[in-house]
Every structure is written in structure tokens, then in C-alpha cells.
């Protein structure tokens, strides 16, 4: 549920942020506003029980005494300590039930007897304990349909960015941000006093590679294949057929996990970016125009596509997208 | 040219009898005191050996007699066997000739004596003579010969009168080389003629039959028509031929292609059931420029990305390339439609082509007819100009043949001659009314014999002075039976004949002569004298000749009577 969660916030830091997300270093999760700021930064812990939250729980716990403890780290300046539940959080006179909610704006009982917990575990006066910065959450997500939920919303986002996006593409990237973020949160390669880089690396999720994720996805969809052939326009049976079946070896190969794909989509967009189509020249006569470029600057590598069209199925694919039929 | 017997030999083979007479190239006279010695049978059997029927009488059973007669003409020697309607000849002792029936035996005589006597039959056609025609002149007999009129001493029932005297204008000349050449050209061309027309008459037969049948056939047809429906049915045929190489290809292509989509969607069943670790590594180890933005991004991450997208979408994909074979599939099923149909009209089309073999074979035959008809036609054509060039030919050759101005000459010169003749013997003349080859004089009473006699003088005389190529025949004379006549008349003949250059040779027999009765001094005279009656034919003589007889009647058994 915290790959969730940190999706979750991703899609509403989206607009305003180029975020970084750090998940279970230090904390559940470390959210940077700017990826190249290793400063600046908000420390998030996620409490999943499935009842109500005392303040009794709270304090026992020490989950506000542990967020608190962020406040002491060196070199660093924390924006937000966040706690994260479900459930809305039963205080002394008030509950927690909005989406946030800054801790030194509850009742003032709750307010005192938080200060007085804090000032006990840090051992600190209860004059100085500054509740500004810890604020609480309330997640829309929930234990059985987290997943669920926030794909839908990766989809809502999704569509908002591109609209005309698949389903297909949906799915890939958000396949692929789930995965990336089980990893990271799996590593345990890295030391509590790991720097910034290493933590970026290793732990970390960046709004670039959220980009990234989302233009590789469009890219490689393979568009229907009779949608790729009204856009050529009137062709002969058999180039149908050639057709057919390099869309064919297409899907094979990304089945396969051909790692050439990539290396040949590259060289197809340069080989594009050198050579444009001409006003007079048809989609059929540019593909193998292209084709025949491609050959030549790296017959090594694709001379197993020469008698195919493949090498055109993906000059196709890239010129539907770039053109904006996409 | 003289045609000259040098011997006779009569076998009789049932009584193995026999009589060899050596002839001289003169005078040859047989002569008895009695009758009934044989002088009249021997003198019978010269030109019966030769081909010639003559009347002989009953006792002497000519079918059992074999006769063999050597002459000499043209400077070759020849011999005749004859033994009933058997003959052989030789040339030089050289077999020439064996076989049955005389009318066979006309083509050899004719190349020997080099003469041919042209008859016409009862059809108006012009056919060779027989051998007695040409001895005619030749021979007188002792009984018929001298009763009313000349050359009526041989058996020549098979001819009428008028015919028999025709023939004695080839022995004066008729048979000229030109006549002879008209005679052999229209004979061969009236072969030729026939030949022709009846070419003509069975291809104008098959012409009709032809065109009656083409017209049946070819009513309503267009040959051109024809043709080109039969190459539209030929075209039609080969397109679909064309046609169902390309629709089988297609199919192959095809399946070949199924085989391919299918293939790759095991791939991708495959490739699910061993889902490899998605993980991502975020250890950066390659990068992509990316062309929009200049962004290096990680391979890592776009082959991760390609993986979910994949994995994510493995149906999504699975159903594009299922649709694919979907669509193959139903190009399939419309192919091998296509396939089937095309598999059809080609049969239909043959089985068309077979079954109307009726417009091929009318095509066909409509062909063959027209050519046919063409070539009849012209066939007929060039032969109907053959007929009337022949036609032509022959009326000239006919009008050669029969209005010869020989003709003409010889009855002048023949008249003139007979004139002399019964000048010569006494003969008033107001019994020459008339008279010519054609109209022979009759013998009456005394003067019966000379006026016969004078008759056959006066063709002697025509033929020297005409100097005719015909063959001249020793001139055989059997004197007559009455008996007051005899002596006189003989030795008249004798007398008269001796003017003669034609014949060379004259063989006579008669009854006492008395050679010192002659008037004038006669030298080249042999004179056998036969003298044991009914014994003409003797076994000594039979013995003396046996090894010869034997050769000869060896061959002459031989010969197939059939």
C-alpha cells in the first residue's frame, strides 16, 4: 500500500513539484519538491491499521515521536512531517477525519499532551516542541483496493496528460511505476548515512522518470494493426501481408524481450529527424525510403529485417505517434 | 523382210510318231503320186505352229500334235512349238516366250516381226489383231483357198469379212510408223483418258458427296466464327489455368504466413508461462537519446517499460495478431473458395471442350472439308483440261489413223496391179468390176483358180512396189483337189510366182509334178517327194528327234493352261 500511497501523492505533486520520492529510507516515505534539492524534503509515515487511530495509539507508538526525530537531521530542512492513515484519528476532543490536517491547529488537550510526549521522548523542554510542520493525512486509498484505486486515478492523470493515451499504455506505466517502486522499496543495499545520489539512485523515484515512463509507453504501444494500415493508405494484398507479419515479429519480439528494439526505435528516429517525408512522397515510398537509409547507416546490426517489413512497421509506428494521429 | 521356215517338225505324242521337214529358202514342193500322203497336213501345220487355225482334217487329231517350227527373220533364228493352245518360242535357242492361249502369244510375234494389225471391236475400239491376220496372205489352202474367193483359207471366225480385208492393208503399208505411232499414242492416251475420267468422275463423286455433307455441317456456321470461339475457349482455358497458379500460390503464401502469425503467437504463449523477473535494476548502464527531447534515458528502463507493456497487454496483442490470423484465415477459406471454383470452370471448361467436341470436330472437320473441297476442285480442273487436251489428241490421231491417204495410194496401186495381174493370166477384164481390197473378186468356174491366184499376185506385186516394212511370209500353196486343174494350174502357178521377189519363199504341194514341164528353166526348186500313205509322221523319225521332242514337250507340260 506504500507503492500506493507514493503514487498517490506523485499524481497530486504532479502539477506543482519536480518531485523525487524516496520510499522506506529514514521513513516510509521521503518526498523531495525538487529532485536536484537534496535540502528540502518531507518525511511521511504510513499507518495502515484498519480501526480507528487514538491518540492513545499515536503517542504509545511513538509515531509522532519518531516523525518529530526527523526535525534533528543535519543538513536538511524539512518541509512536513506527515502521518498517514486511513481512518480518521481519534484526538482528546477532536477527530483527525479531513484529508490534512496540521497537528498544532487540534484541540488543545490533544495539542499539550502531544508536546508533552515529544518533549518527553526527545527529551527536550515542551516550551520548544513546534508542532508547524507535522501535519496529518488521511489517505483515499484503502487495504483492499489500494492498487485498484490508485491506477484509476493514474488513468484519470494519465488521460489529463495525453488524451488521446491507451489503455494499453495505461497499463504499461503503471506496471512499470508499481514495479520500480517494489523495487526500491526492497533495496537494502543502502546505509542509513548513504548520500544524496546514492539514495536518488537507489531508493529514489523521480518526476523525470515518471516522464520518462509515460513517452516510452506511448512510443512502444503497438498501435491495432488495421489502424496502422489506414494510415498507409491504399495498399496491395501482399504489402497488407508483409505487413501483417512484421507486426507479428513485433509482438514476438516484445514478448521475447528483445533488448534490439530499443537499439532500432533509436535509429529510426534519427534516420527520421535526417530524412522527412516530402509533400509529393506517399507513406509507402517514405517508409522504404527510410528503410533503405536505415540499411545503409547500420546494415551490420538489421540486416536480419532487410527482406521484412519491420524495420517499416516501426517508422510507421513512430511517424503515427510524432504526427499526432496518435 | 522376208521371214523364212527352215524346219518343221510334227510329233505325234500319243503314237510317239514323227516327221522333220527341212525347208529351203525358194521353192519347196511336196508332191505325191497319191493323195492322202500328208503333203495338205504338213503344209496346214506351218501356220498353225505359227498361231494360225486351220482346217484340218479329223483323221489327223491335231490335239495330239505337237509341231515345232524353226525360222529365220531378221537375221535371228526362231523357234515355235505350238501343242494344242500351248506355245514356247525361241530366239536364238533362248526361251522367250511359254505360255497358253494364241491371243497371248500376239505380243511376242508383234515384237518379232515388228507388225501389228489394228482391229477395231465391237466397241469402236482399236485391239491387235490376231496371228492369223498376219499370215493371211500367205496361204491357200487346198479346199477353202480356192473356192470363191481368196485370202479365206484360215479359221478367222472371230473377225467379219470387212475386217479380215482391212488387215490386208497392213501387209501393203498401212502399218506405216507414223499410223503405228497414232495407233500406240491413242491407244495410250484412250487409257490415259479413261484413267482420267474416271479420276474425274470419282472425285466429282466425292466433291458431291463433299459439299452435300458440308452443307449440312457447315449450315449456320461461321468457319471464322468457329474459330474464334474455339481460341476465345482456348484463351478462356488458359486464363483460368493462369488464374488458379496465382489463387494456388496465394493460398500457399498464405498458409505459409498462418504458419508464421501462429508461430509467433506461441512465442508469446511461451514467453508468458516463464514471465521473466520485471525488477527493474536502476543501475544505469546504457542510454537512449531520446529524438524529441535530447533526454538520455536508461535502456533499462525502456526495456522494463517494453516488458510491462508486454506482459500487461499480452492479450491485447495476442487478439492483434489473432486478428490477423483471423483475417488469414477468412483469406484462406475465400482463396481455396476461389481455388475451387477456378478447379470447376476449368473442368467445366474441358469437359465443354469434350463434350462440344462437336464445334472442335466441326472445326476440325470444317478445316479438313474446305481444304479437301479446294484441292477436289482444282484437281478436277486441271484433269478436266487434261480430258479435253487428250480429247483433241485423239480426234487428230483417229482422223491419222482411219483417212490415211496411204489408204488410198495402196487400193491404186493394189487395182493396178490386180489389172496387170489379169492381164497377165487371161483374166477378162470385165470381171474386175469393182474389184479391190475391199471387194474381192470371186472365182468362177475354168477360171476360178486364176482369178484367186491373181488376187494374191497382185498384193505380192503391190507390196514390192509399195516397198512396205511389213514382214513378208513364206507364200504356202497347197494346189487344188481338182484333178483336171492340176497339172495345168501348177505348173501355171509355179510360173507365175516366179516373177515374184515377195514372197522369197514358196512352199507348194501338189500331185505329179513334173518338173521338165515347166515353161521356163526354174532353178532353187527342192522337191520332196512323199509317197507312203497315212504315214506322213513315222517312230523312226520320232527316235532320231526323241532327245529334242523330250526338251520341248518338257517345257510345253509345263505351261499352265489356266
Known sequence: MQISQVMHMMLEEYPQSDFLFVLDHKDDITFYPNQNDSVHLSYYQLKTDETTVTIAILLNNDWIAKLYNHLLEPDVEIDTLGLITIYPVKLCRSSLTDDKTKFCEVDDESIEKIKRHIADKENIPVESVDLSKLIHLRTPLNIRSHNKIVETELGDFLHGYNSCITIESEKAIFTSI???????????????????????????FSKTEFDEIIKIAIDIHILPFEKIISYIGPTEPYEKEKFGLAYSYLIGDYSNNDSRIGEISNYISTTIDKNPIEDDESILCYLKRCKKNILVDYSNSLIIYKDTYYIELLVILKLIKSGGTY | MNVIFKNILIVDIEKKTARKITLHERFNIFTSSENHVGKSSLLKSLYYTLGADVFFDDRWKKENKFCSLDFNFNEKNYTINRLKTKYCIFENDKLIFQGSETKNIIPILESIFNFTIYLRNKNKH?????????????????????????????????????????????????????????????????????????????????????LSKSGQIIEGVDIADLEKRLTFSKEKIESVVKEIIISRNRIQKLQSELVQHQAQLKIIADYSKIKSDLSPDKKVDQTLLCPNCGYNISSNLYDMVRKSYSVQNENYLNQQIIHIVDNIKLDLKIESENYLNLQNMLKEEEEIKSESKKPYLLYITQRGLSKTIMELQDSIGTKEQEIQKLQINNKILKKLIDNSDKKKEIDIAYKSNLNLSFNNLGIPLDEMNDVGLMKLANGQGTLSTKIILAQYLALFKTMEKLETNAPHFPFVVDSPKAKEAVGESVNFIFEQLSYLNIPSQIIISTVEFDKSLLKTEMSNIHTTVLSEKFALLNSKQYAENENKINDYLAIMNHIDTK
Not at chain 2, 482399236?126 to 500367205?138: E, M, S
Not at chain 2, 477353202?144 to 483359207?153: A, K, N, Q, V, Y
Not at chain 2, 473377225?159 to 480385208?165: F, S
Open chain 1, 178 to 204: 508499481w514495479n520500480i517502486l517494489s523495487s526500491l522499496q526492497q533495496y537494502e543495499g543502502l546505509s542509513p548515512s548513504a548520500d544524496f545520489t546514492e539514495i536518488k539512485t537507489h531508493k529514489g
Open chain 2, 126 to 210: 482399236l485391239t491387235k489383231a490376231y496371228p492369223v491376220l498376219t499370215y493371211l496372205p500367205y496361204y491357200i489352202d487346198q479346199d477353202s483357198g480356192w473356192e470363191e474367193t481368196p485370202f479365206s483359207s484360215f479359221i478367222t471366225g472371230q473377225y467379219d469379212k470387212k475386217q479380215i480385208l482391212h488387215s490386208l492393208y497392213y501387209h501393203l503399208g498401212l502399218q506405216e510408223d507414223a499410223i503405228s505411232d497414232a495407233v500406240n499414242n491413242l491407244k495410250s492416251n484412250e487409257k490415259k483418258l479413261k484413267e482420267i475420267e474416271d479420276d474425274v468422275n470419282n472425285e466429282k463423286n466425292v466433291l458431291w458427296l463433299l
